[in-house]
């Protein structure tokens, strides 16, 4: 009842599997998400930061 997935970077990730097991329907994990920051641009366009503004905070390394 458990799945082993790797993230793009290659890190491993163990997760628990879709329960209970149907013959017909048996489920399973086929996305494990968005990677950490993939977004990040995107919404803080959305929030009216302009492209200076959001290369400034990827340079202080606050996003």
Known sequence: ???HFKWQDGQEITLPAVTPKLSDTPGETRWLGPELGEH???VLQSIDY???HIARLHAQQIV
């Open 1 to 3: 009842m458990i799945q």
């Open 50 to 52: 302009d492209a200076d």
């Open 40 to 42: 990040t641009d995107e």
